[in-house]
């Protein structure tokens, strides 16, 4: 059976849940549609966290990043939802979501959205 988009982002056990180590992960191959005309947006998003007792599966989260590709999204709003989400999914001591927006009418789009927790429970 093929693989589908999921909006399910899975978690695992931090290995190392004492420590603070960042993880990084680039997804150059985002896209959701312009709400306004219904053409294809393209952006590399780039992932940083510092995990607290949960880490973000990969392929959950390609999966659920492949969930936006027919959803119509401003760039500041799916990028704040995906924050949300990943937040939600792994509460992580910190994040920051950049979603570097190909350019399309001569504008270029950077986004950028940070996360602190509060605690480290």
């Avoid at 059976?1 to 190392?16: G, H, V, Y």
């Avoid at 992960?25 to 219904?38: A, D, R, V, Y």
Wanted: aromatic share 10%.
């Amino acid at each position: 059976m093929p693989t589908q988009p999921s909006k399910d982002l899975e978690t695992f056990s931090n290995p190392e849940p004492e420590r603070d180590y960042e993880i990084r992960m680039i997804c150059p191959e985002f896209t959701c549609l312009c709400p306004k005309t219904g053409q294809p947006d393209f952006a590399t998003l780039t992932l940083t966290y510092i995990p607290n007792r949960l880490c973000i599966e990969l392929k959950s989260l390609k999966l659920y990043l492949w969930s936006f590709r027919n959803e119509g999204h401003f760039h500041e709003a799916v990028t704040n939802r995906i924050l949300d989400d990943l937040v939600n999914a792994c509460r992580p001591r910190s994040v920051t979501l950049v979603a570097d927006f190909y350019v399309r009418g001569g504008i270029h789009a950077i986004i950028t959205v940070t996360h602190q927790a509060n605690d480290r429970g």
